[in-house]
T-cell receptor, first 112, second 109 residues
Framework: DGGITQSPKYLFRKEGQNVTLSCEQN?????MYWYRQDPGQGLRLIYY???????QKGDIAEGYSVSREKKESFPLTVTSAQKNPTAFYLC???????????FGSGTRLTVV | QQQVKQSPQSLIVQKGGISIINCAYE??????FPWYQQFPGKGPALLIA?????SEKKEGRFTISFNKSAKQFSLHIMDSQPGDSATYFC????????FGKGTRLSVIA
């Protein structure tokens, strides 16, 4: 079945550590997105990529980094510079000429 | 100008009633208006969407009403069921999607 796979589902990080969230899609979609979800805040865009080897900052990119070396993969690194990283992270993709986004099941990151 | 304002923040509806969620936008460049449904611990799923050249779109119990001049659109859920209890997000597209803050719907028997 085609879709987006996010892993792990739950992730715990100690303060001061970097951590990488995985996002893989087999939908042959060109564009991929990372959103952060906090209670009452909706979905806020962190980074997005419309083509391999290119990506743009979203509204809350500070403290995060991404790479897009393959069409299928768009990993997100939460760095130690992100002051409040505990949140639910969602990855999405969209095909060329398409409108609807397909979302993964999310990764819940907790800083301990 | 990139914001999408969604209301109410939470909504309680009796089973069989009509649930109504409203959204407003400012940017006239938006050209696609989807609604997403999200259950706890899951990613959002596309529910229904509309383009600005259409005033209404219906899919089963779900209807989007779109008022281009007022820059507003709304989701109506007819005959609401307990299984509809979820968080609903409106969004508007100017690549990338801009989301509202969500409405938590509870349908009670």
């Amino acid at each position: 079945d085609g879709g987006i796979t996010q892993s792990p589902k739950y992730l715990f990080r100690k303060e001061g550590q970097n951590v990488t969230l995985s996002c893989e899609q087999n939908l042959n979609h060109d564009a991929m997105y990372w959103y952060r979800q906090d209670p009452g805040q909706g979905l806020r865009l962190i980074y997005y990529s419309q083509i391999v080897n290119d990506f743009q900052k979203g509204d809350i990119a500070e403290g995060y980094s991404v790479s897009r070396e393959k069409k299928e993969s768009f990993p997100l690194t939460v760095t130690s510079a992100q002051k409040n990283p505990t949140a639910f992270y969602l990855c999405a993709s969209r095909g060329r000429g398409g409108y609807g986004y397909t979302f993964g099941s999310g990764t819940r990151l907790t800083v301990v | 100008q990139q914001q999408v304002k969604q209301s109410p923040q939470s909504l309680i509806v009796q089973k069989g009633g009509i649930s109504i969620i409203n959204c407003a936008y400012e940017n006239t460049a938006f050209d696609y208006f989807p609604w997403y449904q999200q259950f706890p611990g899951k990613g959002p799923a596309l529910l229904i969407a509309i383009r600005p050249d259409v005033s209404e779109k219906k899919e089963g119990r779900f209807t989007i009403s779109f008022n281009k001049s007022a820059k507003q659109f709304s989701l109506h859920i007819m005959d609401s069921q307990p299984g509809d209890s979820a968080t609903y997000f409106c969004a508007a597209d100017n690549t990338p999607l801009v989301f509202g803050k969500g409405t938590r719907l509870s349908v009670i028997a």
